[in-house]
């Protein structure tokens, strides 16, 4: 069992800058693949980035890519999501996500709760 914590959100302003972290229980945190998904008000949740385990493969969405980067720290059994040149139609609940391997095409086992990002124009 995973149980994972997200924090970092807030109000920013466009184009300001907002660091999420989620910390994981466990003990093989480094054989999880670790991801970060948001949903909006409205719409359905969403996929915004990934890493392997290793933290040496990572994988984003069109539409933060080169903006937002994904991190992990495989000692403090943390991951982050370092959010750059924040847009307005960036704002969402922002929720990390675990699952055991790096298989692409399976599900994600375990979710956190969810932190708000709110990015004003």
Known sequence: ???LGESGGGLVQ????LRLSCAASGRTFSSYTM???????GKEREFVAAILGSGGIRYYADSVKGRFTISRD???NTVF????????????VYY????????LNSNYDYWG?????????
Do not use: H, I
């Open 1 to 3: 069992q995973v149980q």
């Open 14 to 17: 466009a184009g300001g800058s």
């Open 35 to 41: 991801g970060w998904f948001r949903q909006a008000p």
């Open 74 to 76: 495989n000692a403090k």
């Open 81 to 92: 999501l370092q959010m750059n040149s924040l847009k307005p139609e960036d704002t969402a």
């Open 96 to 103: 990390c996500a675990a699952k055991y391997g790096s298989s």
């Open 113 to 121: 709760q969810g932190t708000q990002v709110t990015v004003s124009s």
